[in-house]
């Protein structure tokens, strides 16, 4: 329990240092601001871009823009590597934190009929489930690292699923930030458009599956 509480004061200082940090810099208000800053940085932007990633898993702010200045920086293949590397390892401390913190809470608050049934849905459906909202991108990114962290998904499938069905709007990202000044207004309609079909057509298979 005392470790716990000390993880725990941890935790909450190295967020409020974080906070500070990118408040400090003000690198989320525009994509350009973004590559700027990390350009200021050299050597040091793959880092500072990384950790960047890693503090989106704790607070609000829109990764997108990092992302995008990160295919400017670095272009489309490393752009989307470091990208990815950030963003695994900042899910990877949101679902740690929840499986050490919030699981032991929801399991004392479940029936032993809920917790059996969460189980059972953790071990035969939770794949395919976290790989679908990793898909999908209108579901909150944290939002699923935090949730997959309080079932018993196990390390193994909530890291298959999440490096999986993060890479194509990574790559995608990676790819619009090398060419994002240059992009007619009519393509991010094209995009938009397109991410509420890949939506729709996937809960529709989801729906489909369900019903057979």
Do not use: C, K
């Not at 240092?17 to 400090?24: F, N």
């Not at 880092?47 to 704790?58: E, K, T």
């Not at 949101?94 to 919030?102: C, P, S, V």
């Not at 004392?108 to 071990?123: C, N, Y």
Request: proline residues 4%; without cysteine.
């Amino acid at each position: 329990m005392t470790r716990r509480i000390s993880l725990a004061a941890l935790a909450l200082v190295a967020l409020a240092v974080s906070g500070w940090w990118v408040a400090s810099f003000g690198l989320v208000d525009t994509v350009q601001a973004a590559e700027e800053r990390i350009r200021s940085w050299g050597a040091w932007g793959v880092a500072g871009s990384i950790a960047l990633m890693v503090v989106h898993s704790f607070l609000p702010f829109p990764s997108e823009i990092i992302a995008l200045a990160n295919g400017m920086v670095y272009g489309p293949l490393w752009g989307a590597v470091i990208t990815w590397i950030g963003a695994m390892l900042g899910a990877s401390a949101a679902f740690a934190l929840a499986r050490a913190f919030g699981r032991p809470l929801v399991m004392r608050w479940l029936s032993p009929r809920g917790r059996q049934a969460l189980e059972h849905w953790s071990l035969h459906q939770a794949g395919p489930a976290l790989l679908a909202a990793r898909l999908v991108p209108v579901i909150a990114f944290n939002l699923v690292n935090y949730a997959a962290g309080l079932t018993h998904v196990s390390w193994r499938t909530f890291l298959w699923a999440t490096g999986l069905g993060i890479l194509p709007l990574t790559i995608l990202l990676a790819v619009l930030g090398e060419n994002v000044l240059d992009m007619p207004a009519w393509s991010w309609l094209v995009i938009a458009a397109a991410a509420v079909l890949a939506w729709l057509a996937l809960r529709h298979w989801r729906r489909t599956r369900a019903g057979s």
